[in-house]
Nanobody, 127 residues
Framework: QVQLVESGGGLVQAGGSLRLSCAAS????????MGWFRQAPGKEREFVAA??????SYVDSVRGRFIIARDNAENTVYLQMNSLKPEDTAVYYC??????????????????????WGKGTLVTVSS
């Protein structure tokens, strides 16, 4: 049984930083692209970042502020979030799939086809 468990969310002031973690089990971690999506209240779930052995991909709104990394020995993917803005407030979801990082960033339809999801962790950025 595949499990993705996020941690690290919380409340932070604008300009601050947080690091999210996602611990994976039940899958051959190194062969999967791992990513982060987010969903703000009243909005659709959107792509944030993804990483595989091919490379990584970011949505334009976080590029230069967020960094995705993975530790295959620990079956964990991280999202370092810097210079946080109030508009970054959302529930952040960990995702695992065998598509490439570029395919993760291919529009709203990708959400329905992702193989595995975590339950999410809430990030709140105050102004």
């Amino acid at each position: 049984q595949v499990q993705l468990v996020e941690s690290g969310g919380g409340l932070v002031q604008a300009g601050g930083s947080l690091r999210l973690s996602c611990a994976a089990s039940g899958l051959t971690f190194s062969t999967y692209t791992m990513g982060w999506f987010r969903q703000a209240p009243g909005k659709e779930r959107e792509f944030v970042a993804a990483i595989s052995w091919i490379g990584d991909s970011y949505v334009d709104s976080v590029r230069g502020r967020f960094i995705i990394a993975r530790d295959n020995a620990e079956n964990t993917v991280y999202l370092q979030m810097n210079s946080l803005k109030p508009e970054d407030t959302a529930v952040y979801y960990c995702a695992g799939d065998r598509k490439s990082p570029t395919n993760f960033n291919s529009g709203g339809a990708i959400v329905k086809s992702i193989e595995y999801w975590g339950k999410g962790t809430l990030v709140t950025v105050s102004s």
